[in-house]
């Protein structure tokens, strides 16, 4: 049997294997409520602009809504000889409101349907995305306002480094995310002209109104030119790019939580309902959630590179290439989507064992830099000799097998006799962190000021 829609050219139905490589249906079902919503505006538009009868598009109108309750109930009866789902609601049309259906594809084509449905879809995960990370802010914040001054060990290289607060390390992924929210409403601003009435490529000679359509699909406005607007992937794209880079942070964080829950550090507790046990190791409670969380960016940076690699020297304009655009677009976006989510679920309800993080923070020479600090502002000495006489002072607190403050005043006078008793008020961990005044610093005073920052940012 002859294909529906263009079969006046075809009289052969297509070979099985050619509907396998053509069909699309399985995975762009899930852009019909954009297609349903691009039919309505181009529909009002066409009978606006007196291309269609107003009887012909109140018919239209109704159909399109049964098709919506069909496939909202699940009796929507998806057809994979129809290949993909323009083709699929277009011939259930026809069948539920006869003759009228068939006036709604004039001035238009599936190419700037499928660009059109697919930038909405798109438009819709950058809002909810952004809703997301949001979400996740606040749960952030919540930890670093309660946790202004508590103590951990800071690292570089992940050797401790100089003691800093967890309150100021959940405020550090803010900012990230900040900058994640951004790159995601400059991607939605982009995306914000309707391909519609493009047509296949050149555009119509019906005289269409894009204006109307871009408003009522909640666009800013139409495209300029109707080869780009066909051809282009552009928010797909930078969606992605985005995306990955925001999956890297939630990678980062995933992967702290994976060292702070092992036994080795014990810094945080994961609630239960985030927590997986082990079905032969009675002890175990595994951080199954960041692990996945630290896998997602595979996904993402693969969906990625495999649009790059579709994309790449494809000449204008629209090529069947471009329906390989889908699958890895929805998968990398539903990976971040979840990865978001389970993220916000660890955040919110993570406990934080401050004994342990004070307990680490004070080991490994931490105040070591506010020694030297010190030698530099009590003692006027130049910092490169201060560095000089910590590190002697660090191996002698090695050699003894103490910590920095478990000298004696005689032992550091050996190293330099000019120290005061003074010196042990910033060996303190806390008096290290409260000396860290400098804007942006770590100090419990700047973190509880960056906590009220962020409370009105995101409220
Ligand atoms: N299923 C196609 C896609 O996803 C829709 C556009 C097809 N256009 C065409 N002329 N074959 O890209």
Not at 170 to 197: I, K, T
Not at 414 to 426: G, H, L, N, R, Y
Not at 451 to 458: D, K
């Amino acid at each position: 049997m002859g294909n529906k829609m263009w079969g006046g050219r075809f009289a052969d139905g297509p070979d099985a294997i050619m509907e396998a490589i053509n069909v699309s249906i399985d995975f762009d079902q899930r852009l019909a409520m954009q297609d349903l919503a691009g039919s309505r505006a181009h529909a009002q538009m066409l009978s606006d602009c007196g291309i269609i009868s107003s009887a012909d598009v109140a018919e239209i109108l109704k159909g399109l809504d049964q098709v919506e309750q069909e496939i909202v109930n699940g009796t929507f009866p998806f057809r994979r000889d129809l290949e993909d789902i323009h083709m699929n609601i277009e011939a259930r049309l026809t069948e539920i409101v006869g003759p009228a259906a068939g006036r709604l594809h004039t001035a238009r084509s599936r190419n700037d349907q499928v660009a059109t449905d697919f930038k909405l879809h798109v438009r819709e995960r950058l809002v909810a995305f952004d809703e997301g990370l949001k979400q996740l802010q606040i749960a952030l914040v919540n930890q670093a306002d309660a946790n202004a001054d508590t103590v951990m060990p800071g690292f570089t290289h992940l050797q401790t480094a100089q003691p800093v607060t967890f309150g100021h390390h959940c405020l550090a992924y803010v900012e990230m995310l900040a900058r994640d929210r951004s790159r995601f409403m400059d991607a939605h601003a982009r995306a914000g002209q309707s391909p519609l009435g493009s047509a296949a490529l050149a555009g119509t000679s019906f005289p269409i109104n894009r204006e109307q359509t871009a408003k009522a699909l909640g666009f800013d406005d139409p495209t300029r030119n109707s080869l780009d607007a066909v051809a282009d992937r552009d928010f797909v794209l930078e969606t992605l790019s985005a995306a990955s880079i925001c999956s890297i942070h939630l990678s980062r964080l995933a992967e702290e939580i994976v060292i702070w829950t092992s036994a080795q550090f014990n810094f945080v507790r994961l609630p239960d309902k985030f927590s997986t046990g082990s079905s032969i190791m009675p002890q175990k409670r595994n951080p199954d959630a960041a692990e996945l969380v630290r896998a997602k960016p595979g996904r993402i940076i693969g969906a990625l590179t495999s649009l790059l690699v579709m994309l790449k020297g494809l000449p204008m304009t629209y090529s069947k290439d471009m329906q390989e655009d889908k699958e890895p677009a929805f998968d990398g976006m539903d990976a971040l989507d979840l990865a978001i989510a389970a993220m916000t679920g660890m955040m919110a309800d993570l406990t934080v064992n401050k004994p342990a993080m004070r307990d680490s923070a004070g080991k490994g020479f931490s105040t070591a830099t506010d020694l030297a600090d010190w030698l530099v502002r009590a003692l006027d000495m130049p910092f490169r000799d201060a560095h000089h006489v910590t590190g002697r002072l660090v191996a002698a607190a090695e050699a003894k097998g103490c910590d920095l403050d478990g000298l004696t005043l005689d032992e550091m006078r050996e190293a330099e006799p000019k120290i005061t008793s003074e010196v042990f008020d910033v060996l303190g961990l806390d008096n290290s962190v409260k000396s860290r005044t400098s804007f942006g610093g770590t100090s419990p005073d700047n973190v509880r000021a960056q906590v009220a920052f962020w409370r009105e940012q995101l409220s």
